[in-house]
């Protein structure tokens, strides 16, 4: 829910200039005697009730003012003036549009150009922009504090503003963020496993097909084998029964020679297939 340009109906402040959230100074013994004032003091989360905001459109004019209520203690936001300084606090009952008393809680939000998400406060009642205090000469007390200072735009204060979630709409935001991503990945695993299963499934053809041929491969070579041994026998009978000249010599030597370069091709086939054999069941391992 957006109120005045844009800014969220309950927002969180997180100063641009040391990363803190302005937050409500809460009965603490190191916020001093600026207690119930806010400031940008303490490194909060921006889940903490003490730096939620509620953003009250003016009654009188809407669209370009604003009341700030501090929804830790429910007090609208004023300026407090003590040691001559005007304080933000978060003291105020209600909110009260006068522009002529000091009381006045209307804020006027600056939005700088080029600077998205980007807002300053100016007070209306005293035309002073919203700023933290800080002096290198004071002590850790008062530096930090949000006061209204400055009436010059080098003076305002720049927040980065952002709509408060609850710890609740946090969670089930991380938890519906968690559920889609374990969804994913249990949709990418699942697509893995099925193209595994596919390669496994291709590989194991492809093996088996493999296998075949050296089936085939090994048949080939004993019937090879076995044909040269039967020429090689008769030619042996016939040399021991004819006398065994030199021609029957010289054609068994021939045999041997052919059936030794048939044997290395083969082999060299027999490994070429067993080393594709070997890559297929690598693949699929």
């Given at each position: 829910m957006s109120t005045v340009a844009g800014?969220?109906?309950?927002?969180?402040?997180?100063?641009?200039s040391d990363g803190k959230y302005l937050h409500y100074l809460w009965n603490d013994d190191s916020f001093g005697p600026y207690v119930n004032d806010l400031g940008c003091k303490r490194l909060l989360d921006p889940l903490s009730p003490f730096v939620k905001l509620e953003v009250v459109p003016s009654g009188s004019d809407p669209a370009h003012l604003i009341h700030l209520?501090?929804?830790h203690n429910n007090k609208f936001v004023k300026l407090d003036s003590r040691y001559g300084v005007s304080w933000i606090s978060a003291t105020a009952n209600g909110p009260d549009e006068s522009t002529a008393r000091s009381t006045c809680t209307l804020f006027?939000?600056?939005f700088p150009p080029g600077e998205p998400n980007t807002v300053g406060l100016l007070h209306v009642q005293t035309n002073c922009h919203v700023r933290t205090f800080f002096n290198q000469g004071y002590n850790d007390?008062?530096?930090g504090v949000a006061c209204a200072y400055s009436n010059d735009g080098q003076g305002m204060h720049r927040f980065e503003f952002a709509a408060w979630e609850s710890y609740d709409e946090k969670m089930a935001s991380k938890e519906g963020e968690t559920r889609q991503l374990r969804a994913s990945n249990v949709a990418n695993m699942n697509a893995k496993d099925v193209e595994i299963r596919q390669l496994r499934a291709s590989n194991a053809a492809n093996m088996s097909a493999k296998d075949g041929e050296i089936q085939k491969l090994r048949a080939s070579y004993e019937e090879k084998m076995?044909?040269?041994?039967d020429e090689i026998q008769k030619l042996k009978y016939q040399g021991k029964g004819g006398g065994g000249g030199s021609d029957e010599c010289l054609q068994a030597d021939e045999i041997v020679a052919e059936l030794r370069m048939e044997i290395a091709e083969l082999?060299?086939?027999?490994?070429?297939?067993?080393?594709e054999i070997d890559e297929l069941k690598a693949a699929s391992g």
């Open positions: 800014l969220p109906k309950f927002m969180v402040l997180k100063s641009k209520r501090c929804c006027r939000p600056i007390d008062i530096n076995k044909a040269k041994d082999k060299v086939q027999l490994e070429d297939a067993c080393r």
